[in-house]
């Protein structure tokens, strides 16, 4: 299994590097191609993400997994949020311009030309990362099939209105507490302004409802971040669309960080199962 870690892809939007992995077998074989996004506090080697990786790559899959380039994370600290200036500059637009570039850099790496199927482009996405695959899945015909894993139906419910909103935008910055590390994470008034300056294409009904290709929503019944009810809309805007929820997973899919065990939590083993059977159905 050739696992590289940690490789510069440069953004064509700012300078802030979007740190990536990639797994694969290396046998000249051209694979399906599975592109990971992490949610809302979240990096590409939280929790078992890494064991989940080499779960796809056994199964003759090629995967990219990034951290998003204003996740608050750095190339030599990737894991935690050493460089929260970024973290607080972050927005939906960045994150979608990373995984534009993302989609860009590995399929045109001439390292990779013969490992991957160009044609055969999965976006998976966790939680906040749900929406953005979905939007992008929505505006990019590379991509082929689309999984969210407990993914968010709605991004403008999730901001403050009234006192709370104007007590931000009069602050300019709003603070939430890293119940992990500790960390008063700063959100910039620009996250809220840049979400209003682009809601028709930041509104995921919007998005799903012109979803065309495969499309499988999985999620957790004991999830109590993302209500299972955002999983019922998804499913409701695109009735082709398939839907899974799992008995008793909670949001983080049984995961902690750090997970120090060599095997899977036993409900994300359920949700890869299912993930790879949806890319690899013809």
Known sequence: ????????????????PIVTDTLY??????????????????YKDWGAWNLA???FVKKSIFFVKFNFSHNGGTLE????????????NNNFI??????????????TKPDFKNEIDIN???????SRGGGIVTIKASENKKIKKLITWAGVSDYGMRFPDGEKLEGWKKQGVSYILNSRTLQQMPHLYQFYQNFKDNEER??????VSKIKIPHLIIHGENDDVVLPNEAKNLHSWNPKSELIFIDKMNHPL?????????????????????????????
């Open 1 to 16: 299994m050739q696992i590289i870690k940690n490789r510069i892809v440069k953004s064509t939007h700012h300078t802030k």
């Open 25 to 42: 077998i290396k046998d000249n074989k051209k694979k399906p191609i599975v592109i990971f996004c992490h949610g809302y506090k979240g």
């Open 53 to 55: 990786s080499k779960v």
């Open 77 to 88: 600290n990737p894991i935690d949020f050493p460089d929260l200036e970024a973290f607080g």
């Open 94 to 107: 960045k994150e979608l311009n990373d995984l534009e570039d993302i989609i860009d850099w590995v399929t």
């Open 120 to 126: 055969n482009i999965t976006l998976i996405g966790h």
């Open 202 to 207: 930041l509104t995921i009904k919007n998005a």
């Open 254 to 282: 049984g995961c902690t960080q750090p997970w120090g065990k060599l095997v899977l939590p036993f409900h994300l083993t359920k949700v890869v199962k299912h993930s790879i059977e949806f890319i690899l159905r013809k």
